[in-house]
């Protein structure tokens, strides 16, 4: 077992994707085609502290062999974040990509030079987990359908290439015991169940990393010597408790804020139950009323006196005449 720097922090995968040739062999395996070429493209974001250590970018302008020998010049966007939630983050990235005027290349014709936009592929490293989709590496590939057959078309067409793209999502979480793959064996150098007592490092068996992805090993390994890599791993731990703290705290006062707009509620329920209440016992005064009013009108015209009908009714003279001249 040989001890690593935990490349889920940025500051560590950085250093890892620094090397050329690491960076290459990465990448190519991820992608499962040969990246011949790769060329880092900076990328400067201004964000609120703390946002930029949650996602990770990084850009890269990579020429790429498939399996015919078939060249293409491509923009490999690799995105690595630590939390949940940040989806429309990855949306305002992707976008800018589209955006970005130097996403082109020139290609010269017998007419004339034409520009030609390149193609984007991005890739996802997760530290958290997707809602359902359980498998560590998911691959979502662009396919052409005939509407009315079903039959799927193998031409490519530029309109459509330069207005989709492919991705590739690794659920870090999800790569515990995954061995099955050449990829899944080199990802184990992100499995976070092989962390130390010390979350900076994982520990893991060379001996299950096939031989040529061992200089990945050797760069996470060379990152522990390296003093800036280290004390900036500890910048991160105390932005991503930061974060934390932050988020528990929005947690904590949505809660009361629910837990008194219920009090609120219930309160209300009371108000308008007290409130039907009333209004039910005004009809029931109402409907009394006209009961009362009725008898008192019947017994005067039987020869009852107004005094004697106060007294049967419990009223006084005056409201009896009230009544009285209402009903004639």
Same mark, same amino acid.
């Given at each position: ?14 250093? #890892? ?27 400067? !974001? !201004?964000?609120?502290?703390? &946002? ?20 293409? *010049?491509?923009? #490999? +966007? ?15 990235? *992707? ?11 020139? +290609? ?12 984007? #592929?991005?890739?996802?490293? *997760?530290?958290?987990?997707?809602? !359902? ?29 330069? *207005? ?96 008194? +707009? ?9 108000? &308008? ?56």
């Amino acid at each position: 077992m040989v001890e690593i720097a935990n490349p889920i922090y940025d500051v560590v995968f950085k250093y #890892l994707m620094r090397d050329e040739k690491v960076a290459k062999l990465l990448l190519s395996a991820i992608i499962g085609k040969e990246v011949v070429s790769l060329e880092f493209r900076p990328t400067e !974001h !201004h964000f609120p502290v703390g &946002e930029l250590l949650t996602v990770l970018r990084m850009d890269f302008n990579a020429r790429i062999v498939d399996a015919d020998g078939n060249q293409e *010049l491509v923009i #490999l +966007e690799l995105q690595k974040a630590k939390m949940a939630g940040d989806i429309m983050r990855f949306r305002r990235y *992707l976008g800018e990509q589209y955006a970005n005027k130097e996403n082109v290349v020139r +290609e010269e014709s017998a007419e004339y030079p034409r520009r030609k936009a390149l193609p984007i #592929l991005s890739i996802y490293f *997760l530290g958290h987990t997707l809602a !359902h989709v359980k498998a560590p590496v998911v691959r979502v590939n662009r396919a052409y359908f005939d509407a009315a057959t079903g039959e799927q078309i193998h031409e490519k067409e530029e309109f459509i290439e330069s *207005l989709t793209h492919d991705s590739i999502i690794i659920q870090i979480p999800y790569l515990e015991g995954r061995r099955r793959t050449e990829l899944e064996q080199l990802l184990a150098l992100f499995d976070q169940s092989s962390v130390t007592t010390n979350p900076h490092f994982l520990t893991v068996d060379e001996d299950e990393l096939p031989e040529r992805y061992r200089p990945l090993l050797r760069r996470l390994q060379k990152a522990i010597a390296d003093p800036v890599v280290r004390e900036t791993m500890d910048g991160e731990d105390d932005i991503i408790e930061e974060i934390k703290d932050y988020q528990r705290l929005i947690t904590s006062k949505e809660q009361i804020i629910e837990a008194r +707009e219920k009090v609120i509620e219930a309160k209300d329920q009371v108000i &308008e139950e007290k409130d039907k209440a009333i209004e039910e016992k005004v009809k029931t005064i109402e409907i009394t009323q006209k009961r009362i009013e009725r008898a008192v009108l019947k017994s005067f015209a039987g020869g009852t006196s107004i005094e004697d009908l106060a007294d049967m009714f419990e009223l006084s003279e005056t409201e009896v005449s009230a009544i009285l001249d209402k009903m004639r």
